[in-house]
């Protein structure tokens, strides 16, 4: 019912909803326009009333118009709110599925026959390339080659251009593996493809961009269809998807992007702010607007924000959005230190089932972590407290079977469903068949997944009747379109999710756990850049809270461990009773200096003269510094000085194969310092 109201809403009610800046944004309806957009200012929002102002002023044929976005989710909002507004027929999608509709479509006319299927993952095509070259891998090689396959391609960088590529760069190959094997495995890797008959998700994006460079016809369809694009999150975009959307463009302008500098954290997945940063000098007549009014957090989350930013060394941070917060101010931020990972946990665990006691819905709390290893310890203590918990990047929605089954019936019950009755019901009805009752049953495991993912169906179709009055027909085509998509419907738990796979989310309540030297930032980040993109990390982390927001770590892995760990360098200054950040002077990819306090005490002669041997080492064979040892592990050693190979093969990292090469040697080196030191 909404929607049909919106229809009547006049352009200038349109803008009404809006703030000045916002309402700049959706007045600008034509030529190149850039929005810098801070986390919580409300993007998502002024886009779409850009988008519905532009059709209500006839200036926008809707059909006309491609909406980009990078997740499914994402696009599924921006098609909700649209629709909210009134306005149908836009094409809201992510990179991959615009092109892939685009290469279905074309490829029969231009290239002949059906497309070729596409491989949902690379690792089996990965592990055969690797085979055919006689190297051994594991699941682990597995992926970090797959990573670095698929970094090659959105990077538009060849194998024969691989080697130098990193080179100039200064990216490391996998561990275990040099640049030239890797080039070799990439070679191999599209061998194995052509023979199976199949692409990757790379190719969709690559034979679709040239198709278009090189048709001239195919790109004139397109053209004619699409005049109007907007670009979300464009601080991520690699230069693949550039390359698309330079040949959707053609020699046009109107071209509206949307980012924020402080949230590039897809880097190693070859996505890159430059596009961003440089979107004033590619259209000199560009107009750049700034939204920084926050509308998601208190006051107290965006001063930690903007705090976590302000503390980073100048030549490693991108231009800023200062954010200013407009919600009224909130509670203390928390902070807390435990004496392990398991009492970090436990202790979480009780102050979510205290939130939960006060009124706070499971769906609106998430713990955040750096890595997914980090959730086994949280989804432990959640159930052992019988908290029901979803850990985001596991099994798709769509593709469990109880949703599988959820929707065949609810198909079947289109034919002998009364209309009269509530949509709810028909749901509830159909649902109940495959177990579901409107008590949840206790405890975990698969029977409460199974509640949970069938409960999501039940509360969509309760949002669904009270703000549209949909129809069951129009609830499964709803339900159809968002499987499609994979927009998920929303499961009633605790989030569980790590940093990264926050991005695009909120919540009211956020732990943010696992802070310390080491997880954040992560121990493999060696480089100035690497590390300046873990503090964006953490700022996104920050900035999902919308009320309530805590920061903890705990001081070692278990009660008996004799690794210590201390607090994240990015929070000096911003925990309770921590110095300010200080100039520091740089070596290597270590900091020295009270700002950022490494792990332990750090014996900076034994590291310096690590660092030696290791990088002759590294001259002499020709492998990466990194591939000998990292500076992590080299940060290791100088801290807790193993003198027997059983204490050497408890540093992280240092695994079986560098103990059996370098380890006699590193412990030669280390008694050697003792020796004449102590």
């Known amino acids: 019912m909404d929607a049909m109201n919106s229809q009547l809403l006049s352009p200038d009610e349109i803008l009404s909803a809006l703030d000045p800046e916002q309402r700049e944004v959706a007045q600008a309806l034509t030529g190149p326009v850039c929005v810098l957009a801070g986390a919580g200012t ?21 059909n006309s118009v491609l909406a980009v976005t990078f997740t499914a989710r994402a696009a599924g909002e921006m098609r909700t709110r649209l629709r909210d507004l009134g306005v149908v027929g836009v094409q809201a999608r992510t990179f991959h599925a615009a092109a892939l509709k685009q290469l279905s479509y074309f490829w029969p006319k231009v290239i002949g026959g059906a497309p070729p299927r596409i491989m949902e993952h690379k690792a089996q095509a990965v592990a055969e390339a690797a085979r055919r070259l006689g190297l051994e891998v594991d699941r682990v090689a597995i992926r970090d080659l797959s990573t670095e396959v698929e970094w ?8 024969e251009n691989y080697e130098k590529a990193c080179q100039s760069i200064g990216r490391p190959a996998p561990v275990g593996f040099d640049h030239r094997t890797v080039t070799r495995l990439m070679t191999a890797y599209e061998e194995v493809k052509e023979l199976r008959g199949v692409i990757d998700f790379e190719d969709v994006l690559l034979l679709l961009g040239g198709m278009l460079a090189d048709n001239r016809a195919m790109a004139n369809e397109v053209r004619s269809q699409y005049r109007r ?78 705090g976590l930013l302000k503390n980073a060394p100048k030549k490693t941070s991108y231009p ?46 998430a713990i955040l972590y750096r890595t997914n290893a980090q959730s086994e310890a ?25 949703v599988r089954d959820a929707l065949v019936l609810l198909r079947g019950a289109v034919r002998s469903a009364d209309p009269a009755d509530p949509l709810t019901t028909h749901v509830s009805n ?28 039940v509360s969509l179709a309760q949002d669904m009747e009270s703000k549209h009055g949909t129809s069951l027909p129009e609830f499964i085509a709803d339900l159809d379109e968002r499987a499609r998509n994979q927009h998920a419907p929303t499961v009633d738990g605790v989030t569980l999710a790590s940093l990264h796979a926050a991005k695009g989310l909120e919540w009211d309540v956020v732990y943010l756990a696992g802070l310390s030297e080491g997880l954040m930032p992560i121990s493999l980040a060696e480089t100035d850049e690497a590390v300046a993109e873990e503090r964006r990390l953490l700022y996104v982390g920050i900035t999902r809270a919308r009320i309530e927001l805590e920061l903890s770590y705990s001081q070692s892995r278990s009660g008996g461990s004799r690794a210590p760990r201390s607090m994240s360098r990015f ?36 590291y310096a003269r690590l660092k030696g041997w290791r990088d002759s080492v590294a001259q002499e064979t020709g492998m990466t510094k990194s591939s000998v040892l990292p500076t992590a592990v080299l940060e ?10 059983e204490g050497l093969m408890r540093i992280r990292s240092i695994g079986q194969d560098r103990a059996e090469r370098w380890g006699d040697t590193v412990l030669g080196l280390i008694k050697d310092h003792l020796e004449k030191n102590f």
């Open 229 to 306: 694009f907007v670009v979300d999150e464009y601080q991520d975009v690699s230069p693949l998807q550039q390359f698309v959307l330079d040949q959707w463009l053609g020699d046009r302008k109107e071209l509206c992007v949307v980012g924020d500098p402080s949230q590039t954290i897809y880097s190693f997945t070859g996505a890159t702010p430059h596009h961003l940063l440089t979107f004033g000098k590619k259209y000199e007549d560009a107009s750049t607007i700034r939204l920084v009014r926050d509308y998601r957090s208190t006051p107290q989350i965006v001063e930690l924000a903007n």
């Open 571 to 606: 929070l000096r200054g911003l925990w309770p009773n921590t110095a300010a950040p200080q100039t520091s002077t740089q070596v290597g990819s270590r900091y020295f200096g009270r700002d950022i306090p490494m792990p332990g005490d750090i014996d900076e002669d034994l």
């Open 152 to 159: 090659g391609k959105v990077s538009m960088v060849s194998a």
């Open 378 to 402: 949280f989804e432990t203590a959640l159930s052992d407290a019988s908290i029901s918990y979803v850990v985001r990047g596991g099994e798709r929605f769509f593709a469990r079977k109880d």
């Open 430 to 457: 159909a649902v109940a068949n495959l177990g579901w009752s409107a008590t949840p049953p206790s405890g975990r495991g698969a029977a409460r997944e199974r509640w949970d993912a069938l409960n999501a169906l």
């Open 42 to 62: 409300g993007k998502t929002r002024a886009i779409t009333h850009r988008i519905a102002y532009g059709v209500r002023t006839g200036t926008y044929v809707p």
């Open 320 to 365: 800023v959005l200062e954010l200013v917060a407009q919600r009224e101010s909130g509670k203390k931020i928390g902070f807390s230190t435990y004496s392990d990972d398991e009492a970090e946990a436990s202790s979480i665990a009780a102050r979510i089932k205290r939130n939960l006691a006060a009124g706070i819905k499971a769906q609106d709390i």
């Open 636 to 645: 290791r050693l100088a801290t807790s000085r193993p003198t027997s190979m």
